[in-house]
């Protein structure tokens, strides 16, 4: 990991990867947090940073990109820390680390969250500790207590779980189900792109053009086409 220089961005520039997202209510923002950042904002206070990658998706800031989106546009300038990151587990641990104190610190559920995800991205318990500020010997613990040893990597584990297995039975399956079967475009995660659209869409100011209102009739003939349901 490599922080590169602090530079200003259009928001519309971020991608919303949401499984980077170090919480465990995915594609959900905190509701005070995001009043918090509102007041601040209008106070006319300097917030610090947002984090990315130099793909441009956010590993901090969800909450910032947001309130900055609702109060001047997608197109607003925000100060973005951009940091080149190996890989994908990195990004996440970082996001871990930078939320894991300040205003909305990491609950237990999403460090639960960010060990379950961490580990089936094949981080090593050393890694993952570090990040949440944790012993290595309770990520351990944690490892054994829902998983099953791989056949490779004495620090790795792969969740095998059957309490999980039966809770996804019984609920909607969300971003981390499906993670791993969704294709890339343009090298980014599709995901993250679809992300990044619905937020988009869901803001209260979003005011489209009719360039951006045929554009989005084209996108959900292809939808209909792609999933084999009218929209």
């Not at 993952?128 to 490779?152: E, Y």
């Not at 039975?169 to 995660?189: K, W």
Request: hydrophobic share 40%; aromatic share 4%; glycine share 6%.
């Amino acid at each position: 990991m490599i922080e590169k220089k602090v530079v200003k961005m259009k928001c519309a520039e971020l991608i919303f990867d949401w499984r980077l997202y170090p919480r465990f209510k995915i594609a959900k923002l905190d509701g005070a947090n995001l009043e918090r950042i509102r007041t601040a904002r209008k106070a006319g206070i300097t917030l610090p940073p947002c984090r990315a990658g130099v793909d441009y998706r956010i590993t901090d800031g969800f909450h910032r990109v947001t309130v900055e989106m609702e109060l001047s546009g997608s197109d607003a300038d925000i100060m973005v820390q951009l940091v080149e990151y190996e890989s994908d587990v990195e990004m996440l641990l970082d996001s871990a680390r930078v939320n894991s104190s300040g205003p909305l610190p990491l609950e237990p559920k999403d460090r639960a969250h960010v060990i379950f995800t961490a580990m089936k991205m094949r981080a090593s318990a050393a890694d993952i500790a570090s990040a949440l500020g944790m012993n290595q010997k309770d990520i351990r613990m944690f490892s054994d207590r829902h998983s099953v040893p791989p056949t490779r990597g004495s620090e790795e584990r792969t969740i095998v779980s059957t309490s999980v297995a039966k809770m996804n039975a019984e609920r909607t399956p969300t971003r981390s189900d499906v993670e791993d079967h969704m294709p890339h475009v343009s090298g980014f995660p599709l995901l993250g792109q679809i992300g990044s659209l619905t937020h988009a869409l869901q803001l209260s100011n979003f005011r489209p053009d009719e360039k951006t209102i045929a554009a989005l009739k084209t996108l959900v003939a292809v939808i209909e086409e792609v999933v084999g349901v009218t929209v």
